[in-house]
């Protein structure tokens, strides 16, 4: 039996239905899903480390979990512009977006010089991966002087904050908050950018919503004492 059937059929094994039922509570769509956690995805992706093209044969299959492991063994180096923008489509659920920035898509040029478009996309969870992945750069590319490369996102921040769809003004709060709190300038900036943001746009819920929650956050004591250590 070859890698990806037997890696197939060891998911259907594993399939959980009283966890899928748990997935949907927390919005993660369950349409092609089996139930299988990520405390038994990790152990199967270590145990096949890196192998992109398992990882475009599993994508394929359109099962959940196996998407996740696609994510979790494919290789950021390899990425084609291509396949980003297949991927980036076939998002249907924000555990998998999330995931795709998170584990891949932050270590690859050609995704990074996406985000404008992305952001720009009427797609809900196209438009959800351009600011998740400003989130998950934010934490990660830590050195000062990559503030500005946020900073320019700030127009679009607030631009886009009236989209009142739930998965989008979520990731539009998680990048607002990500970025302030990369340094005490930045927290600065980006409570100016709430500020604006809930004058601009007084009348929309999901702004209110989106500059509210992240003020909460970014004016905390225990995020005010880490950033000034």
Not at 16 to 25: R, V
Not at 81 to 87: A, G, N, R, S, T
Not at 183 to 208: D, Y
């Amino acid at each position: 039996m070859e890698l990806f059937e037997q890696i197939i059929s060891e998911l259907k094994s594993l399939e959980n239905p009283a966890n899928k039922a748990g997935m949907a509570k927390f919005g993660i769509n369950t349409e092609n899903a089996l139930g299988i956690s990520m405390k038994f995805l990790e152990p199967i992706s270590k145990r096949i480390k890196k192998n992109h093209k398992l990882g475009l044969e599993l994508w394929e299959t359109e099962i959940h979990e196996a998407r996740i492991l696609a994510i979790l063994i494919s290789e950021a180096d390899k990425l084609t512009l291509k396949q980003v923008e297949d991927w980036v489509n076939d998002i249907d659920s924000w555990d998998i977006c999330d995931q795709l920035c998170l584990k891949l898509f932050r270590k690859s040029s050609i995704v990074i010089n996406k985000i404008d478009d992305w952001i720009k996309n009427e797609k809900e969870f196209v438009r959800r991966a351009g600011f998740a992945l400003l989130a998950t750069l934010a934490v990660h590319l830590k050195e000062k002087e990559n503030d500005d490369f946020f900073i320019k996102y700030f127009e679009q921040m607030l631009q886009y904050s009236t989209d009142e769809r739930n998965f989008v003004k979520k990731a539009i709060n998680w990048a607002i908050r990500q970025a302030g709190k990369r340094n005490e300038e930045m927290r600065k900036l980006a409570i100016e950018l709430c500020e604006k943001i809930l004058e601009t746009h007084s009348k929309s819920k999901s702004a209110q919503w989106i500059a509210r929650g992240a003020l909460k956050e970014l004016n905390l004591d225990k995020i005010i004492a880490k950033l000034n250590k």
